[in-house]
Nanobody, 127 residues
C-alpha cells in the first residue's frame, strides 16, 4: 500500500514563495515517477509538474515554467515542489501523485497515469 502525505501549503501574498513536500511511504515509492497536480474551485484537476523515478528528467505545465521546480530525495522518499513568484492564479488544492511503473524513466502528464494520490494541500495566493 502506498501513502502520500502533502504538506507546506498555506496563504501567501502574490510574489511570494512556498515549498510543498510529499512524503511517500509504502512499497517501492522511490522507484516510480511522481507528479504534482492542482485543482481550483469549479475546475478540473490539472497537471503541474512531474519527475522521473531517478530525478533525471522533469517537466512542467507552461504556466509555471521558470517559477516552479520539482525535485525528489529518494533516500527520504520525499518529493518537493518549490513555488516562486506566486500569483493568485496559482490558488488551488495541490495534489501529489505516484505511478505504478517501477524504474520506467518517463514523465507522465495525465492524471490517468497515476495510481496513488495524496489528500491535497491548499495553496492560497492573495493579490
Amino acid at each position: 500500500q502506498v501513502q502520500l502525505v502533502e504538506s507546506g501549503g498555506g496563504l501567501v501574498q502574490a510574489g511570494g514563495s512556498l515549498r510543498l513536500s510529499c512524503a511517500a511511504s509504502g512499497r517501492a515509492t522511490s522507484s516510480v515517477g511522481m507528479g504534482w497536480f492542482r485543482q481550483a474551485p469549479g475546475k478540473e484537476r490539472d497537471f503541474v509538474a512531474a519527475i522521473t523515478w531517478s530525478g533525471g528528467s522533469t517537466d512542467y505545465t507552461d504556466s509555471v515554467k521558470g517559477r516552479f521546480t520539482i525535485s525528489r530525495d529518494n533516500v527520504q522518499n520525499t518529493v518537493y515542489l518549490q513555488m516562486n513568484s506566486l500569483t493568485p492564479e496559482d490558488t488551488a488544492v495541490y495534489y501529489c501523485a505516484a505511478t505504478r511503473r517501477r524504474f520506467y524513466d518517463a514523465v507522465y502528464y495525465s492524471h490517468e497515469e497515476y495510481s496513488y494520490w495524496g489528500q491535497g494541500t491548499q495553496v492560497t495566493v492573495s493579490s
